[in-house]
Structure formats: structure tokens, C-alpha cells
């Protein structure tokens, strides 16, 4: 599957790839909303796995372009916003699945399974 990651936070970023790549998944990665949709231009995924709050946006604007270049399988949220009424936005913005942090990976690849 061809992952598109999008978390502003390196470190973050740089081990959900490692851990996603060891699991058999091709990942793009980026730290902005802007980096995602270059990717989104050049590139065709499966799945987009965005955190919400980014530097120069956010995740649900960004899910909903995403949606509108390509037929994605699975949209899932990956944030630190918890509330029910966040939630509830990011599954209008057109997330399949809401995931907060700290992240459970194993619920993560249960998620991706499902894809």
C-alpha cells in the first residue's frame, strides 16, 4: 500500500515511516500541508495518514483536497485533538478514521488492514 504521512513533527515522522516501510508499506512523507499536496500532484496513494494542526494548515483542509486528486482506499487522522466535536469535524472534513496520540501502532495497522 502507498501511504502518504503527513506530521509536522520529525521525529514523529521519521519513525511512523520506519515503522510503516519495516511493515511492507510504501510511504511519502511530509511536514506540511503544501509538501502533501506536491506529493498529491506527482504521486498516487492508497492511504493518507494526516495529522490536524500543521504549520500552514491544517488536516482537514487537507483531507478534503485529497479526496477531490484521488480515489483514496482510507483517510485517517492521526492528532493530539481528543474531544468528541473534534473528532466529529475531522470525520465531516472526510477522515475514515480518527486516531489520537500518543498512537497505538497496532490499532494504526489494524486500521490499514481494514484498507
Known amino acids: 500500500m502507498h501511504i502518504l504521512l503527513v506530521e509536522d513533527h520529525t521525529d514523529t515522522r521519521v519513525v511512523l515511516s520506519r515503522?510503516?516501510?519495516?511493515?511492507?508499506?510504501?510511504?511519502?512523507?511530509?511536514g506540511t500541508v503544501g509538501d502533501a499536496l506536491i506529493l498529491l500532484g506527482n504521486l498516487r496513494f492508497d492511504v493518507?495518514?494526516?495529522d490536524i494542526g500543521l504549520p500552514d494548515g491544517d488536516g482537514l483542509e487537507l483531507v478534503c483536497e485529497?479526496?477531490?486528486r484521488?480515489?483514496?482506499?482510507?483517510?485517517?487522522?492521526?492528532?493530539?485533538?481528543?474531544?468528541?466535536e473534534d473528532r466529529e469535524r475531522g470525520m465531516q472534513a472526510g477522515f475514515d478514521d480518527?486516531?489520537?496520540?500518543p498512537l497505538d501502532f497496532r490499532r494504526l495497522r489494524s486500521v490499514l488492514a481494514a484498507a
Open 19 to 30: 515503522l510503516l516501510n519495516h511493515c511492507g508499506h510504501d510511504v511519502s512523507a511530509a
Open 48 to 50: 493518507l495518514l494526516s
Open 66 to 68: 485529497a479526496r477531490k
Open 70 to 84: 484521488q480515489p483514496l482506499k482510507r483517510a485517517v487522522a492521526l492528532t493530539a485533538l481528543a474531544t468528541d
Open 98 to 101: 480518527y486516531l489520537t496520540k
